[in-house]
């Protein structure tokens, strides 16, 4: 059988094959693991959550790497070139790694149907199994219980918190999400959530796997201070941490996740205290409140949730009083457009917004059609690209723009910049 290849090629391979982009259950991927012989000996960590993934595994690379150690990261989605999925010792994949681990999943296959996340995750870990690795952090695609990373067992889980999203598959409570995020918790092994106020179905669930939980606000502590931070885990302090690069306070509880989970691996991967300085203050996530410029203040956030949505909001409203903030603004049809509105309408002046593309892109004239109702001024743009560069050459050097609703959002903003384009986000 001939495969792709190029990289572009095995991506638009994988999602032609699968008009399905979500199908939740690990028994295929289990089948295709075993036949691959996926079995690490290195410790992993894995982080789900509805928020604060991707900082999280962010805080944990960084700090592993200071402290010397060989890392593999996996996380999704990306926002412009998947390589930005899979890093190795600090590097994103090679094309040709990536393409060779694509063919090798393919091969192991054979006729079971794999979804280009699950053909993702099996090709990452066939990666991370290849190199010379000491850990691998893994980012959940979506609830935890039946998401592929679960095919692995976690030396340490870390849920960052559990809000209202994916209701369709995951259910519309709290209670139902938290029982699916706690389905990455293993019985005698750490389990971390970063929810001061966690659903009594991630505590039941953690209870009767016999997993040691610990929790924000009981055994880790968060104290910030004007210029510096203190973490505790238990009796452990972390005294005169460095402010994060990452804006926004609700950072600090990954932070200390990412802290938390560390040390509960301590005997295994023991880091020292200058590492998590060095650490905590070199970890950057590309779509967090990231500013790309000044007058006007420019900022991309990846938030599509309403728990995303108010922590944006948050920060928004910390910014120092100065003209008016303009949204550029795109969703997919499957997510609360309402609720992620409803907080940051009193911050947002005016409405761009634009329609995404893809089948599970949110129309730009049902966007515009949903906003107008909610009494938000709006202008509809053909493309977000579009709405970027008309509210850029509309405003002032006092305001803000904000940029927001989808990595989709982002990424084709980031693209416009670059002059390049972003590749297939499955």
């Not at 039946?146 to 369709?168: E, R």
């Not at 650490?279 to 420019?298: D, M, N, V």
């Not at 992620?340 to 911050?347: R, S």
């Amino acid at each position: 059988m001939s495969y792709p290849t190029t990289l572009s090629g095995w991506l638009e391979h994988l999602e032609r094959r699968n008009r399905q982009a979500i199908v939740l259950g690990l028994e295929r991927v289990h089948v295709v693991r075993s036949r691959m012989n996926l079995d690490p000996d290195f410790p992993l960590i894995t982080v789900g959550g509805t928020n604060g993934k991707g900082s999280t595994c962010a805080y944990l690379e960084a700090i592993l790497d200071a402290a010397g150690y060989r890392v593999g990261c996996y996380t999704s989605p990306h926002l412009l070139r998947y390589n930005e999925r899979v890093r190795l010792a600090g590097k994103e994949a090679a094309d040709a790694d990536l393409c060779a681990a694509f063919a090798a999943v393919e091969a192991a296959r054979e006729d079971i149907p794999l979804t280009y996340f699950e053909q993702g995750t099996l090709a990452a870990m066939w990666l991370f199994q290849r190199t010379e690795l000491d850990v691998a952090v893994l980012e959940v695609g979506l609830g935890g219980r039946l998401d592929a990373i679960n095919a692995w067992d976690a030396d340490c889980a870390v849920v960052t918190g559990v809000d209202i999203d994916h209701q369709q598959f995951l259910g519309d409570t709290r209670e139902a999400i938290g029982y699916e995020k706690a389905g990455i918790y293993r019985g005698d092994r750490p389990a971390i959530c970063g929810d001061a106020l966690p659903p009594d179905s991630l505590r039941n669930h953690a209870r009767a796997l016999g997993a040691r939980l610990l929790c924000m606000d009981e055994a880790i502590r968060v104290e910030i201070g004007e210029s510096t931070w203190t973490c505790r885990v238990d009796d452990l302090v972390f005294p005169a941490l460095p402010r994060l690069a990452m804006p926004g306070r609700y950072q600090y509880a990954n932070a200390a996740c990412a802290v938390a989970a560390l040390v509960c691996l301590r005997t295994r991967l023991p880091v020292a205290m200058g590492a998590v300085r060095s650490g905590l203050s070199a970890a950057r996530q590309p779509g967090r409140f990231q500013i790309i410029g000044h007058r006007p203040l420019r900022i991309l956030d990846v938030a599509h949730n309403p728990q995303a949505a108010r922590a944006l909001a948050d920060n928004l409203a910390e910014l120092p009083p100065m003209g008016k903030v303009l949204a550029v603004f795109a969703m997919l049809a499957d997510k609360d457009v309402e609720g992620v509105v409803t907080p940051l309408a009193a911050h947002i002046a005016h409405w761009h917004v634009a329609g995404l593309g893809g089948p599970r892109g949110l129309d730009g004239y049902e966007l515009e059609r949903r906003l107008a109702a909610m009494g938000c001024g709006v202008t509809r743009h053909d493309r977000v690209s579009h709405a970027w560069q008309a509210v850029c050459r509309q405003v002032g050097p006092a305001d803000t723009i904000a940029a927001f609703g989808s990595f989709h959002t982002v990424a084709e903003i980031l693209a416009e910049i670059n002059g390049g384009h972003n590749t297939s986000h499955g």
